[in-house]
T-cell receptor, first 111, second 114 residues
Framework: GQQLNQSPQSMFIQEGEDVSMNCTSS?????WLWYKQEPGEGPVLLIA?????ELTSNGRLTAQFGITRKDSFLNISASIPSDVGIYFC???????????FGTGTRLKVLA | ETGVTQSPTHLIKTRGQQVTLRCSSQ?????VSWYQQALGQGPQFIFQ???????GRGNFPPRFSGLQFPNYSSELNVNALELDDSALYLC?????????????FGEGSRLTVL
């Protein structure tokens, strides 16, 4: 099935470091969502973006809706061990009902 | 506020059998979407239900079907199970069907087909 390109695929970082990940698409999206998923659980919504260029924060997390509307970025500042998990982006085009998800970025934080 | 709840959490079936998965949407949400998440992949859209009707469908065969009830809860039915149907099935609810809205997921039903 169709999936968005997310990079990096995985990251191992030290506690306290900042993290950046991105998601790219060949299609233009009207909405970007960012999720975190932990083992055995469903994805949890972190941030929603609705406008090109929009920058939105949620605590230590900041996400941006790319100007071209074909990409989005998520940054995590001062990472902590509980940030461990898989981060997914999801995009939706106008007039469709489905979200297309990315391939995921696996984050591991070393204390 | 009650979140999205799914049942069962785990189940094992054999090839050719049929399965029904259930979902209760978040309080105040009238739209339910179902996604399939294979191991190591992102979720894939199966279909969406709004006002008890299928409102959009992904690239899944007709043996994947669903229902939505007047209380907005939903079922996903899969007939003639195949080994590749083994996956985490996620239900997500939202407050509107086609506006850019936020999806809230349940914990999922883990299906294993032997």
């Amino acid at each position: 099935g169709q999936q968005l390109n997310q990079s990096p695929q995985s990251m191992f970082i030290q506690e306290g470091e900042d993290v950046s990940m991105n998601c790219t698409s060949s299609s233009i999206f009207n909405t970007w969502l960012w999720y975190k998923q932990e083992p055995g659980e469903g994805p949890v919504l972190l941030i929603a973006l609705y406008k090109a260029g929009e920058l939105t924060s949620n605590g230590r997390l900041t996400a941006q809706f790319g100007i071209t509307r074909k990409d989005s970025f998520l940054n995590i500042s001062a990472s902590i061990p509980s940030d461990v998990g898989i981060y997914f982006c999801a995009g939706q085009t106008s007039g469709t009902y489905k979200y297309i998800f990315g391939t995921g970025t696996r984050l591991k934080v070393l204390a | 506020e009650t979140g999205v709840t799914q049942s069962p959490t785990h189940l094992i079936k054999t090839r050719g059998q049929q399965v029904t998965l259930r979902c209760s949407s978040q309080s105040g949400h009238n739209t339910v979407s179902w996604y399939q998440q294979a191991l190591g992949q992102g979720p894939q859209f199966i279909f969406q239900y709004y006002r008890e009707e299928e409102n959009g469908r992904g690239n899944f065969p007709p043996r994947f079907s669903g229902l939505q009830f007047p209380n907005y809860s939903s079922e996903l039915n899969v007939n003639a199970l195949e080994l590749d149907d083994s996956a985490l099935y996620l239900c997500a609810s939202s407050s509107t069907p086609d506006m850019s809205g936020e999806l809230f997921f349940g914990e999922g039903s883990r299906l294993t087909v032997l």
